[in-house]
Nanobody, 125 residues
Framework: QVQLVESGGGLAQPGGSLRLSCSGS????????VGWVRQVPGKEREGLSC????????YYADSVKGRFVISRDYATNTVTLQMSSLHPEDTAHYYC??????????????????WGPGTPVTVSS
């Protein structure tokens, strides 16, 4: 059974930072492209970033480019999203996602097959 689990969400002040991590069971994340998607209740899902498997290329939506960094740790089989310069508009539920594809479709893609339960991020003073 494929399961993704996110950790690291919470409360941050505007301009602050948070680090989200994603781990998987039932699959080796090192073999697959992994993305991050966020959603605010009542709004559309927003694809933020993706990192490829074979090429480890990274992709970012314009809304987070220059502020968020996605990376892999092959030793621990995890994918991390380092979020900096946070804005109140970054408040959302953040999901780790994968399609078990080797390469990313795009940063904005949201129709992934596998989703973690998500972790909340709140940016507020």
């Amino acid at each position: 059974q494929v399961q993704l689990v996110e950790s690291g969400g919470g409360l941050a002040q505007p301009g602050g930072s948070l680090r989200l991590s994603c781990s998987g069971s039932g699959l080796n994340l090192n073999f697959w492209a992994v993305g991050w998607v966020r959603q605010v209740p009542g709004k559309e899902r927003e694809g933020l970033s993706c990192i490829g498997s074979v090429d480890a290329n990274t992709y970012y939506a314009d809304s987070v480019k220059g502020r968020f960094v996605i990376s892999r740790d092959y030793a621990t089989n995890t994918v991390t999203l380092q979020m900096s310069s946070l804005h109140p508009e970054d408040t959302a539920h953040y999901y780790c996602v994968t399609d078990r594809a080797r390469y990313c479709y795009s940063a904005e893609y949201v129709h992934y097959e596998y989703w973690g339960p998500g972790t909340p991020v709140t940016v507020s003073s």
